[in-house]
């Protein structure tokens, strides 16, 4: 039994192990997937916004677009010394240059900050590749602004993606205790059920031993009873003669049927 219940603990580590990597294949995939909608909702937005032609429209562009309205929560933009030169929406005073420092750069001076807080993430654009006085009003506007070196504050809402984050976050841990504890559930029912099939053999068992015993003990009791009679016979034909030895065989058949009357005992008794 003890071989039994370490066999089937190992198996059970086994099946979680498995459905934990399940698990986190899954929400791996989820997770992947929102951060696709994010990515591709981000690289809508900045289209969107590249095609913005004069920094005096910014806010009349971003009033009168939806996408814009509904995801772009601030827009500034700074000079070199972080002075803010235009801003739109919930933008900081000053641009701290720290915000960028252990960010990665991805192409074209672009840093991506998430905020798992505000459920946003940031972007700055900088870059000191061009540094015209008069930049040609033809231009798009991050190439406008991006003329001498400035940044470009972004804040862009992402509701959806934080939320299915936290989501996931929080109900891996529960999936996994809930699986773990489904493990263990069924392992204890299997583990039941053997003792109970092992319970159920050893009664069969002891039907069959009880049967046996009954019968022995019936087919005991028959021959004892002629032989008491034939006994009862000679000590009236013997009268002296023989009598110690007729009183020996009395004496073994009532220890015979003593014990068949235990055994008969025995046998009517629950436990027996």
Known sequence: ??????????????C???ASALLAFI?????????????NDNE????????????????????????????????GVYNNSGEIKYAWGHTPAHFDEQLI???????????????????TFKFVLHSKQRN??????????FSTFLSGGNYVYIVVSHQKYWRTQKVTGFLFPLCEIALLSLVL?????YLR???YRSSIEAQKNLVVLGTAASTLAHEIKNPLLSIRIQTGILRKILHETGREEIAIIEEEIERLQSLTYRVNDYLREPKG
């Open 1 to 14: 039994m003890r071989n039994t219940r370490t066999a089937t603990f190992i198996v059970s580590l086994i």
């Open 16 to 18: 979680w192990l498995l």
């Open 27 to 39: 929400i791996a995939g989820i997770r992947d997937r929102a951060r696709l909608i994010s990515d």
């Open 44 to 75: 809508r937005i900045f289209n969107t916004l590249s095609m913005i032609r004069s920094s005096k429209t910014i806010a009349e562009q971003i009033e009168s677009n939806v996408l814009l309205k509904e995801r772009i929560i601030a827009f």
């Open 101 to 119: 420092v252990n960010q990665p750069n991805s192409r074209f001076g672009r840093y991506t900050i998430p905020d798992p807080k505000g459920e």
């Open 132 to 141: 015209r006085d008069r930049p040609s009003p033809s231009e798009p506007v």
């Open 185 to 189: 559930y069924i392992r204890h029912l």
């Open 193 to 195: 059920n053997r003792e």
